[in-house]
């Protein structure tokens, strides 16, 4: 509400918030997001939607030609929420199906394709144009939106980002073990920051925000803080 009363939502109109697999990015961007009264837009789900376009399709994740024909007809939406990203492929909603140990395992095979990035690019910075928006994902401070008035850099140890997204899935039907997530959390995060297109890096005007030792809250209110100190010079 501090922030909202002194309208520094109006001064920070991008936000890109990069960072590897669990650290935090889309459960905290969500609700910095309601607090600014931004939208929330989640790059990751729709690389996690295109995903399950090629699975659904069969065709081989391996061949990027393939892959990449099948962009024109790919039909891929995604509808913002109060809670979630919705995603939506040919009208069906694959919101659920796309968090699958099988879209986990492809995703980044995917993402490192020049001609799904393009695709994808074009529709966020379409989406991030109207401005009040939270982006997060690998590439937004980077490539997706270079000129946002605020860029963080979220990060943990592997160990924290494996165990978080373990507690995650604990009585769901994507139950795994800490070892396989963490195995595929390595596994994602090397292929994600040694990619030749657009791949994980740290810019250098992010704030690096390091979560290891942060509770849920704490790292939502450091980063509400960073918003209000920032905004405090421009003002
Ligand atoms: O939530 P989690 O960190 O598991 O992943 P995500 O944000 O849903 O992203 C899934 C995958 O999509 C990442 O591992 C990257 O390979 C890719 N991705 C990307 O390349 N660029 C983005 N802006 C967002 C995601
Ligand atoms: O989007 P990303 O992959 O970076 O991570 P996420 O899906 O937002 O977060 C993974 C899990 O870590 C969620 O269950 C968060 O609630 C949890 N988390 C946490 O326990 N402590 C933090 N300081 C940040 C996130």
Not at 156 to 173: F, H, I, M, N
Request: charged share 25%; glycine share 6%.
């Amino acid at each position: 509400d501090l922030v909202r009363s002194r309208g520094l939502g109006d001064v920070y109109k991008r936000q890109a918030i990069d960072g590897p697999a669990g650290a935090g990015k889309s459960s905290i961007s969500k609700v910095v997001a309601n607090e600014l009264g931004y939208l929330y837009i989640d790059t990751g789900a729709m690389y996690r939607g295109v995903t399950w376009a090629v699975l659904d399709s069969h065709v081989d994740v391996k061949n990027q030609k393939d892959v990449e024909s099948l962009l024109p007809s790919l039909d891929l939406t995604l509808e913002p929420t109060a809670n979630a990203c919705k995603v939506f492929v040919k009208g069906q909603d694959v919101t659920d199906l796309i968090r699958q140990q099988q879209i986990n395992e492809n995703v980044s095979t995917i993402a490192s394709y020049k001609g799904v990035r393009e695709y994808l690019v074009e529709r966020q910075q379409a989406m991030a144009a109207v401005g009040g928006v939270i982006l997060d994902g690998r590439d937004i401070g980077s490539v997706v939106l270079p000129k946002a008035e605020l860029k963080i850099y979220l990060t943990a140890s592997v160990d924290a980002r494996a165990k978080r997204r373990w507690l995650e899935v604990q009585g769901t039907s994507n139950e795994q073990s800490l070892e396989d997530i963490k195995n595929n959390v390595e596994s994602r995060d090397e292929m994600d920051k040694n990619r030749d297109e657009s791949p994980l890096v740290c810019v250098e005007d992010a704030i690096v925000v390091d979560s290891s030792n942060m509770t849920f809250d704490e790292t939502v209110e450091h980063i509400l803080h960073l918003v209000q100190e920032l905004s405090l010079i421009h003002i």
